[in-house]
């Protein structure tokens, strides 16, 4: 068997193989490999009559595990059950690993190849996602914006890409973190008590406190300050981004231009706050997104391997989240409507409308039941228990759908995982 033209003839179940011995080294270290060793023949069960190896194990994955040595590339049976193709490669000595993607689905029982398509974009996507924007921009580098323009862009939007642009991004958590502290300490409206309205009359005496603006100008420039690096960063990842049209539809970034706006218009409107307070109560709402700039940490640290997944999980049953939306307004509607007309006549009723019974009907089919509306009929609390049953099965049906998906998103991610971590190995 020294020469790499000598054949070799394997019986495996009952069915004759016959293949060349530099087939067989293709893949050096397995047992099909040490088949061609000069000692082989003592080692293995080897018929000298039939000049054959004989090996009782199942011809039908083996014909999937010599053609891997012949084409280099592994794939699997259709309908194999997971568990025996692994025993099968453990017999033969080959790491499962290297399965070709087109066969991850079998072994994941997923249902269909959009997942893998999915996963594989998100991953070749994951480290140069704007980046790879640049390459029409590369092209006429000898212009100095074409130069400077996706080393600027590096430096704001991607952390690892040099020491520089991780301490920037350091710089900016730590602003986020400040600008967070401020917002939950800085006082913005308060009631005083010794301002008061008084109606006099013949018997009544009525005091009214008024709702006055409190100007904490420490803290309110300490978050100007704040406002002002995050507009000096989103205006140069604005300028310096290579696709402006997909950097302003990205939700974060939008977040971000949002979150620009509160300090500017409470300074430019100090002097008439105090006439316009609801515009401060929407000031405030806007001062909630600084709480998503903390998202950014996550561009520091490697994305765990289930959150990368949970996107196209949900993505994978936007069709029966929306029909499930569908029959939970139905539900809303109908038990909502069914509950106000039975507490309808009743003296001590806590529906004081339509509106309110729709949200007690919305609170008991989600099981919350805060309790502060609730029926007071015989017949309202049949309805009532009728209304808390769909709601729990309107929420437990679904609950499988999405574990089935989630687990077949992840069963094909560990599988890529595990296939790159062979390669890199290799």
Not at 71 to 80: D, G, M, R
Not at 241 to 246: A, G
Not at 268 to 281: N, P
Request: one cysteine or more.
């Amino acid at each position: 068997m020294e020469s790499t033209k000598e054949k070799i003839v394997l019986n495996v179940g009952g069915i004759r193989h016959e293949t060349y011995c530099s087939t067989l080294k293709a893949f050096p270290g397995t047992k099909l490999c040490q088949l061609t060793e000069p000692q082989s023949h003592a080692k293995f069960d080897y018929d000298p009559g039939t000049n054959e190896f004989f090996f009782d194990r199942s011809n039908r994955v083996f014909g999937n595990v010599l053609n891997y040595y012949r084409t280099k590339h592994l794939h699997c049976p259709a309908e194999v059950c997971k568990s025996f193709w692994e025993e099968e490669l453990l017999f033969w000595e080959i790491p499962h690993t290297t399965l070709a993607p087109c066969c991850w689905m079998k072994l994941g029982n997923t249902q269909g190849p959009e997942e893998e398509f999915l996963l594989r974009s998100d991953s070749d996507n994951h480290d140069g996602d704007s980046l790879a924007l640049l390459g029409r921009v590369e092209r006429r580098d000898y212009h100095l914006w074409a130069r400077w323009q996706p080393k600027i862009w590096a430096l704001f939007d991607k952390p690892y890409s040099s020491a520089a642009a991780m301490c920037l991004m350091t710089i900016s958590l730590l602003f986020s973190v400040g600008i967070l502290i401020l917002f939950f300490i800085e006082p913005k409206t308060y009631v005083d008590i010794s301002q008061y309205e008084d109606s006099r009359g013949d018997d009544t005496f009525h005091i009214a406190p008024r709702a006055s603006f409190q100007e904490a100008t420490h803290l309110l420039y300490g978050e100007l300050f704040c406002i002002l690096w995050f507009t000096f960063e989103f205006s140069m990842r604005l300028i310096f981004c290579p696709d402006k049209k997909k950097f302003l539809t990205n939700p974060l970034n939008i977040t971000d231009f949002l979150s620009l706006f509160p300090v500017y218009i409470e300074l430019f409107l100090t002097a008439h706050l105090d006439k316009m307070l609801h515009v401060l109560l929407w000031l405030g709402l806007l001062r909630t997104l600084y709480i998503v700039k903390l998202l950014k940490i996550f561009r520091l640290l490697e994305t765990p391997l289930m959150l990368q997944i949970l996107p196209f999980a949900f993505q994978s049953i936007l069709k029966e989240a929306f029909i499930l939306l569908m029959v939970f307004t139905f539900e809303v509607l109908f038990f909502g409507a069914l509950c106000y007309h039975a507490d309808l006549h009743e003296p001590d009723s806590h529906f004081d409308g339509m509106i309110s019974s729709f949200y007690w009907a919305a609170i008991t089919l989600t099981m919350v039941g805060y309790g502060d509306i609730y029926a007071i009929s015989k017949f309202g609390k049949v309805i009532a228990c009728c209304t808390a049953i769909c709601g729990i099965l309107t929420i437990i049906i679904p609950l499988p759908i999405l574990l089935v998906r989630f687990q077949n998103y992840y069963a094909t991610a560990l599988l890529k995982e595990k296939l790159k971590s062979s390669k890199r190995n290799n």
